[in-house]
């Protein structure tokens, strides 16, 4: 484990919790509808929330949208914003897309679900190919279905019982990711896991990203079915692969015969075929969700044949009952809006604009950490960027958690809420959509010089 440096005292605590203050009224008098809702839904919604996450937004109370559209909302008080959180990736396509909205208009003339397939399905599994390389797919609802389905099926083709994860990944809520090392390098719960249905430590195997050698000793014990990694993390920030990792983890994985599972959900910003395409990696099984329905849920997982191969020959009869599928999972709705996102939207022209903007926006970010003497540093991967309370990149989860600062996320959140811009909630992260334009980017740079000077100055 790498021991975590203390975060660095970069601002006056007296001075952030004024300024919160001031943040916190400005909002709430800025959002009396939002703010009407709220206390409505409070009757009826848990939290007055539909889903309890959204009460963790920096806002004392979340806002209410009246409409989405391209790389903007408005929300029911009629104030617009810039999207750079789009919908945490589900909206990278930007807000309803004309062709993902064109063919899901169609499609719901034709039949929503049937349980049976239609040609969508085969256009969506021929472009995957193309981007990602690996010829076979299956699709459900969400990304974390994918991931809980290539795990049950590498533990069905393995005979193995375990899975490993890097330290500090989110691949969704999937039980077994919800393990972290404590300071003694032992397997435990993180704080988020709610519930957990067992000591993860019986099901999971962590190391710390970057980590050769820990992995090295991890996949020794020969009972790890399936290595499910993204391959940059981008849930704690953005900490990027070291050179030969990835070849590394390759190696490890078919020396050991485990099956290495790469989930390009949010790292498909690299660019249309992820980081798998962009650096040549070698998945035995590849996971995307989110983006690629356009907003429409769906999600993907993909395969070799020699991995089908395997699963043909270990699964039992009526294995569609056995813990992968799903009454709507690849159902046609969603097979239209992938065929059509990927086909029509997230093409190789929308990348060529998208990574660019991102490009700006990091530049942007850079000179207001150098011009106001914050000791940050701004990453980027292909169309997604993020700023980070440290001055040097992070080389794995625990070193990047280790200078989390949630006052001051929060308040950087909810200023630049109040000026009219969205960021990812619980980290500093920005995506570009196609839609994205340079003045959205500028008005994002203007904005953070403004409330980290308030902070600084
Ligand atoms: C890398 C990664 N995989 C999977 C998921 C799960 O996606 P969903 O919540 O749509 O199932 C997420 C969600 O943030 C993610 O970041």
Request: with cysteine.
């Amino acid at each position: 484990m790498t021991a975590p440096t203390p975060a660095p005292s970069t601002v006056d605590r007296d001075r952030l919790a004024r300024l919160m203050t001031a943040e916190r009224e400005r909002f709430a008098r800025a959002h009396p509808r939002s703010g009407k809702l709220h206390a409505r839904a409070r009757a009826s919604l848990l939290d007055g929330v539909p889903m309890n996450w959204m009460t963790e937004w920096a806002s004392p109370f979340p806002l209410f949208v009246e409409s989405a559209s391209g790389a903007g909302f408005r929300c029911v008080d009629g104030h617009e914003y810039v999207d750079f959180c789009l919908g945490d990736t589900g909206a990278m396509a930007g807000h309803g897309p004309a062709p993902t909205i064109a063919a899901v208009e169609r499609q719901m003339r034709r039949g929503i679900t049937h349980m049976l397939p239609t040609d969508d399905a085969i256009g969506a599994g021929e472009e995957l190919t193309r981007r990602f390389g690996l010829p076979l797919w299956q699709f459900t609802m969400t990304a974390t279905d994918a991931n809980r389905f290539s795990i049950r099926l590498a533990r069905a083709i393995t005979g193995r019982p375990r899975i490993l994860v890097h330290d500090e990944c989110y691949h969704g809520s999937v039980d077994e990711t919800f393990a972290t090392l404590d300071p003694g390098g032992r397997v435990v719960a993180t704080d988020l896991s709610i519930g957990p249905p067992v000591d993860p430590a019986l099901t999971t195997r962590v190391v710390p990203f970057n980590d050769v050698p820990a992995l090295e000793r991890a996949l020794a014990h020969e009972d790890v079915a399936a290595v499910l990694v993204e391959p940059a993390l981008t849930n704690v920030g953005i900490v990027l692969p070291e050179p030969g990792y990835h070849e590394a983890l390759r190696d490890l994985t078919r020396r050991r015969g485990t099956v290495l599972v790469i989930d390009e959900t949010h790292t498909i910003c690299a660019g249309p075929g992820g980081m798998t395409a962009r650096d040549g990696l070698e998945p035995d099984m590849l996971v995307v969700g989110k983006t690629i329905g356009g907003g429409i849920p769906a999600g993907t997982y993909g395969m070799t044949h020699a991995i089908g191969d395997r699963i043909r020959a270990a699964l039992p009869p009526r294995a569609d009952v056995g813990g992968i599928g799903g009454t709507l999972a690849g159902y046609a709705l969603s097979l239209a809006a992938i065929r059509a996102t990927l086909g029509e939207v997230l093409t190789e022209e929308a990348f060529e604009r998208m990574i660019p903007l991102a490009e700006r926006w990091a530049a942007g970010v850079d000179e207001v950490i150098r011009s106001r003497g914050v000791p940050w540093h701004v990453t980027r991967l292909g169309a997604r960027a993020e700023y980070h309370f440290m001055p040097t990149p992070p080389r794995d989860g625990a070193e990047q958690m280790a200078h989390a600062d949630h006052p001051l996320e929060n308040y950087l959140h909810l200023a630049a809420m109040n000026r009219g811009v969205l960021m990812t909630p619980f980290h500093n992260m920005a995506l570009m959509s196609p839609v994205t334009s340079t003045a959205d980017v500028d008005r994002h740079t203007a904005v953070f010089d403004e409330i980290v000077g308030a902070l600084v100055g």
